[in-house]
C-alpha cells in the first residue's frame, strides 16, 4: 500500500523524524529509513532519552541539493508515532510523490508559513544582522581561496 513511499524513502539514508513531546513542543532526530515496511507504512525508530516523545502526531522529512542548493529533492511523509512493547513506530497516514511544483509552493509558501507561525505566537519577525552574515560569508570565502 505505501509502495511509492517506500521506494521515495529508499532514495535517502536517513529522514528526519518530527515528534510532539510530552510537553506539546516540537522535537526532531534523524532516523535510518532502511527498515520501513512498504506494506504497514510502519518505520521502527529510536528516541533519545532526552526527547520525552509521546503518542501523537509525527512526520518524517527528506531532502538533499548540491553544494549551490540546487536539484532539491524532498519528501515528507505524515503519520503517527506510538510507543509499542517499549520501542516507537512510525505509522504513515499519508504520502503524496513530489513534483517540481510540489518544491516550488514550499519555496513561495515559506514566507507566509513563517508568518503565520509568529502571529500565532505574537511575536515578532527577528532581526537578521547581514553585517554578521556577509562577515561570515567573507572568512569562508577567505578559507576556500587560501586553501586552493
Given at each position: ?92 497516514e499519508s504520502f503524496t510523490p513530489p513534483s ?49
Amino acid at each position: 500500500m505505501w509502495d511509492d513511499a517506500a521506494k521515495w524513502l529508499n532514495k535517502f539514508g536517513e529522514a528526519v523524524l518530527t515528534v510532539i513531546d510530552t510537553n506539546g513542543y516540537p522535537a526532531s532526530v534523524r532516523v535510518s529509513t532502511s527498515g520501513y515496511d512498504r506494506a504497514s507504512g510502519e518505520l521502527a525508530v529510536s528516541l533519545p532519552a532526552e526527547i520525552d516523545g509521546a503518542n501523537g502526531p509525527a512526520s518524517l522529512l527528506c531532502h538533499s541539493h548540491d553544494e549551490k542548493l540546487w536539484s532539491l529533492q524532498m519528501i515528507t511523509i505524515n503519520g503517527t508515532v506510538q510507543q509499542r512493547d517499549g520501542a516507537w513506530i512510525f505509522r504513515t497516514e499519508s504520502f503524496t510523490p513530489p513534483s517540481k511544483l510540489a518544491v516550488l509552493d514550499f519555496i513561495r509558501n515559506a514566507r507566509r508559513s513563517a508568518q503565520k507561525y509568529l502571529d500565532k505566537r505574537g511575536l515578532p519577525r527577528p532581526q537578521v544582522n547581514w553585517a554578521e552574515v556577509k562577515e561570515v560569508q567573507r572568512r569562508a570565502k577567505a578559507a576556500r581561496t587560501a586553501k586552493t
